[in-house]
């Protein structure tokens, strides 16, 4: 079968070779000559006898010419092609984050992320989104712990998670997870173990891999245009859409590598496992505190293993970040558990109900007194229970505002890619859907219908599952679970066809196959106009130039920056603008471009002093948009009274300091600092908070925080202002 294949492609590559320079230079003598005038037209399939519009030949005409074969395979121009237009996209597949338990998984992740970027894409858009929506569930519960929830969950979404409220043998997990004191370590266990050194983030190997695409795909379209001929077989046939339908790649992996999603299933079950052994539980009797090791394997949060069920449920226990598709509806789920504890718990405390119902013991004004977390195991367990009222839906909360937003971002990202490939060879004459276009638009509509295929199935395995965990499904949930199945296998069946598609349609490009009169004469596109470009006339080239500049910009587009702006709360006459770079690189392009100057000097004469006018670059390790994206933001500038050689006394006590305002009440964490570029003496840091207030509280008088902020004065002068910024796209 092999063998067969093999001489079957080698047939259609060597066989029936076509020199079509020559066969166009005989076409146009004879026209010259007078031999033979019928099957000629201009360029835009005008028929006409006139040797001086004559430039391009009928379908017909170009069989009867030339024949049916394709142009002559080169190695070298092979090769050159694959090595400056594929290869350094396929290279980039190995930034991608992987982790599952089985090789298959992995391997199929490759599949579907080549055979449909936009399911790549919308499974990052929801990961990003519902960190977002971790954070903002968890803002208005004040109960110990709560930060730590957020952060925990909101960085497992690549795991199979399961809440267990209630133990078989009647042991209240959960809420004895949240309400015990004892338990506090555990948290701090489980994020402390989760907080690895991840491959999968930024490093030298990351940035060169992406750097490296970036500079070839520059390099390759460069070329491409200081090569155009008028020859329209020396123009590559609009190679630079080969490059533009990758660009989705470099988004996707800068989000992975951004995110640095703990996705390793071994790593993430070990460090549970390990946290686990240190939670406890109340059980009834007069000294009920027990370690859960000691009664029972369940845990309030695990990895969910599905036994009987798997194949329904596979998806969901595959860790790499693209089967986020199937856990999003999950996920929310097992949020919105741990979060109603958490809330149910908030508001008792709020109306100084203790979990025993004794006397209220006063705390710290941060955290609650220890006192009064202690209680029976029924006393726990409905401290955490939400009244009867409280009613949760089955699918979550913002699930279809998240849904729509990332799927309008998966099919943006791909069809700006794959559009702008179609653009760039549609336009390149003979202009019309060709064999090379209509490639790239199947491909496209494949991989947009293998993202339906797999969300359909994800929403009807979640209505498949039991609301009430132990109970039967019913008929109608059986189907849905068998037609969801069926639509999973589909779509992965056509991913890996969809990937295997595109690959063999660019090695045919490049080995020539697609130059021939068929491919070159539009026919599927212009069916009985079908007509083939012999040469390239002056206008023909400048709107071929103008399609691949568009096509260009249309895939280059799909990436940017955010910024933030807004005026201070104490003094509405000092204004923020914050923006977020990929690299300081960037940004220092855009403030080499002479239009940047007009805009700055036109800020500065908006401003009283201009003197007061300045501006810091700081580099960060962790994502600022959530603290930016918060309701209020601190800025604090720290300037050394000794000068930058006390810059490493300072940073110790910045991350003591970044450590303290994480885990406070009203923090959106994480909160960054970073030294000035500009101006060593100085470092910046950036904190989010519920409200203003919610800072003063957290750093007042008698706190931690308080006598770290004091060590830091006696280095460095504090310049602190709040401000309720606004982003901008």
């Excluded at 996920?331 to 109306?351: N, Q």
């Excluded at 950036?686 to 004065?713: C, F, S």
């Amino acid at each position: 079968m092999c063998v067969s294949v093999i001489a079957l492609a080698l047939t259609l590559m060597f066989s029936s070779l076509v020199d079509f320079p020559q066969c166009f230079a005989n076409v146009t003598a004879d026209l010259r000559s007078g031999n033979r005038i019928d099957g000629f037209t201009d360029n835009n399939g005008v028929p006409t006898t006139d040797p001086s519009k004559a430039t391009a030949i009928t379908y017909q005409r170009c069989l009867e010419s030339c024949g049916g074969g394709g142009g002559a395979f080169s190695w070298s121009s092979f090769s050159q092609q694959f090595s400056a237009w594929l290869l350094p996209w396929l290279a980039l597949l190995s930034q991608f984050p992987f982790g599952c338990k089985y090789k298959w998984d992995n391997l199929m992740s490759v599949f579907l992320a080549l055979g449909s970027p936009c399911l790549a894409a919308y499974s990052l858009a929801l990961t990003v989104l519902n960190t977002k929506w971790v954070i903002r569930r968890f803002k208005n519960t004040k109960y110990p712990n709560n930060t730590w929830a957020a952060i925990i969950l909101s960085g497992m979404q690549q795991m199979a998670l399961k809440v267990t409220t209630v133990s078989e043998d009647g042991y209240s997990l959960l809420a004895s997870l949240v309400v015990l004191q004892e338990n506090d370590q555990w948290w701090e266990k489980v994020e402390d173990n989760l907080n690895y050194a991840d491959l999968h983030t930024w490093s030298i190997a990351s940035v060169t891999s992406i750097a490296w695409v970036i500079l070839a795909y520059a390099l390759t379209v460069v070329d491409a245009f200081t090569t155009i001929s008028t020859d329209p077989n020396s123009n590559g046939q609009g190679l630079s859409g080969v490059g533009s339908i990758w660009l989705w790649m470099i988004p996707v992996t800068i989000g992975y590598l951004q995110l640095s999603p703990r996705c390793d299933a071994e790593r993430v079950s070990k460090a549970l496992r390990e946290a686990n052994r240190q939670s406890f539980v109340m059980i009834p009797g007069a000294n009920g505190l027990r370690n859960v090791d000691a009664l029972t394997e369940e845990r309030a949060l695990s990895i969910n293993s599905y036994g009987h069920h798997q194949t329904l449920y596979s998806d969901q226990e595959a860790t790499a970040p693209i089967y986020n598709y199937a856990r999003f509806l999950p996920f929310i789920h097992v949020v919105e558990e741990v979060a109603s504890a958490f809330e149910a718990a908030t508001k008792k405390a709020h109306l100084r109900t203790s979990v025993s119902g004794d006397r209220w013991e006063p705390g710290d004004g941060r955290t609650v007194h220890p006192e009064n977390r202690r209680g029976t195991a029924d006393q726990i367990e409905r401290y955490c229970a939400q009244p009867p009222y409280v009613r949760r839906s089955h699918w979550g909360s913002g699930v279809l505002n998240r849904f729509f937003i990332a799927a309008i971002a998966g099919l943006t990202l791909q069809w700006s890619s794959s559009g702008a490939s179609i653009l760039i060879v549609y336009y390149t004459p003979t202009v019309g859907l060709g064999c090379r276009s209509a490639a790239y638009l199947v491909y496209a509509g494949a991989a947009t219908l293998v993202w339906i295929l797999l969300v359909i199935s994800s929403f009807l395995v979640h209505y498949a599952t039991p609301f009430v965990p132990g109970t039967a499904q019913t008929l109608s949930q059986r189907i849905a679970g068998d037609v969801a199945i069926f639509l999973r296998r589909s779509a992965k069946v056509l991913a890996t066809l969809n990937a295997v598609w595109i690959l063999v349609a660019f090695l045919l490009q490049f080995a020539n196959f697609y130059d021939r009169c068929y491919c070159n004469s539009d026919v599927i596109g212009l069916g009985k106009r079908a007509h083939n470009v012999m040469l390239l006339l002056g206008p023909d080239i400048s709107n071929m130039k103008a399609a691949w500049v568009g096509g260009i910009a249309l895939a280059v587009s799909v990436s940017g920056f955010w910024s933030f702006y807004g005026p201070q709360v104490e003094n509405k006459e000092t204004a923020y603008f914050v923006s977020v770079w990929k690299s300081y690189e960037d940004h220092a392009k855009l403030i080499a471009d002479p239009s940047y100057k007009t805009v700055i000097e036109g800020l500065r004469s908006a401003t009283t002093d201009s003197a007061q006018f300045s501006r810091n670059h700081i580099d960060v390790s962790k994502d600022p948009l959530t603290a930016l994206s918060s309701p209020a933001v601190e800025f604090v500038l720290f300037t050394l009274k000794n000068g930058e050689a006390d810059a490493d006394k300072l940073v110790p006590l910045l991350t003591e300091l970044e450590s303290g305002l994480n885990v406070a009440t009203g923090a959106h964490p994480p909160c960054v600092f970073g030294q000035s570029r500009e101006d060593k003496s100085k470092f910046l840091l950036v904190v989010g908070w519920d409200t203003v207030e919610a800072h003063w509280e957290a750093v007042k008088e008698g706190t931690g925080l308080h006598t770290t902020v004091g060590k830091i004065a006696a280095l460095a002068d504090l310049s602190i202002g709040h401000s309720h910024v606004k982003a901008h796209e």
